[in-house]
């Protein structure tokens, strides 16, 4: 399966600050990429679906001006927490999708972990 | 969507096989049903997916009930490597976005020694 890969691994920042977060397909050309957050204890909650070259779709009641997604290759894509905030701290994974739909497998990083002082 | 419901957890011994129930009683005959897994602070992980017919790979086994309102995950031995959340989720067909992913609260698998 797909190798993906997310950088940093765990991030600590000031209140008010932006923080950014890439995820990597390391061996495979991800169209569809996904953003997921996860609060502890919860579920993983779908922040967002970015497309290659276009512009990324939010879920409902996740701000896109908050959560500045890029997605300028096949094999990259970056999520920016901008002004963050206590509430902002969570667990941040990406995955990858690729074009069959529902019968694809969809192949996660391992997580970025932020903490917001 | 089509929900599915999982027990909140459940417990195994090790090398003993360990069988994840998950109904899905209002599954659209196009969907096809998924199951990941999550350790500990990690990203979730594909186990296996299926959508009429019983399936096998090197993680696990999916037995599908014949009216599809029901699924079975099948671990043969247990380890301790397999504590996990396991997650059942119903991919597209229903009009939603064919890639989604929808997580529900999953099952806790705990392995005893």
């Known amino acids: 399966g797909a190798v993906v890969s997310q950088h940093p691994s765990r991030v600590i920042c000031k209140s008010g600050t932006s923080v950014k977060i890439e995820c990597r397909s390391l061996?495979?050309?991800?169209?569809?990429m996904f953003w997921y957050r996860q609060f502890p204890k919860k579920s993983l909650m779908l922040m967002a679906t970015?497309?290659?070259?276009?512009?990324?779709?939010?879920e409902q009641g996740v701000e896109k001006d908050k959560f500045l997604i890029n997605h300028a290759s096949l094999t990259l894509s970056t999520l920016t927490v901008t002004s963050a905030h206590p509430e902002d701290s969570s667990f941040y994974i990406c995955?990858?999708?690729?074009?069959?739909?529902?019968?694809?497998?969809?192949?996660f990083g391992p997580g970025t972990r932020l903490t917001v002082l | 969507d089509a929900k599915t419901t999982q027990p909140n957890s459940m417990e195994s011994n090790e090398e003993e096989p360990v069988h994840l129930p998950c109904n899905h009683s209002?599954?659209?005959?196009?969907?096809?049903i998924h199951w990941y897994r999550q350790l500990p602070s990690q990203g979730p992980e594909y186990v296996i997916h299926?959508?009429?017919s019983n399936v096998n790979n090197r993680m696990a086994s999916l037995a599908i009930a014949e009216d599809r309102k029901s699924s079975t995950l099948i671990l043969h031995r247990a380890t301790l490597r397999d504590a996990a959340v396991y997650y059942c989720i119903l991919l597209g067909g229903s009009g939603g976005s064919n890639y989604k992913l929808t997580f529900g609260k999953g099952t806790l698998l705990t392995v005893n020694p």
């Open positions: 209002t599954i659209s005959g196009t969907d096809y």
């Open positions: 061996d495979f050309q991800a169209t569809t």
């Open positions: 995955s990858l999708a690729g074009t069959s739909g529902r019968t694809d497998t969809q192949y």
């Open positions: 970015s497309n290659e070259g276009s512009k990324a779709t939010y």
């Open positions: 299926g959508l009429t």
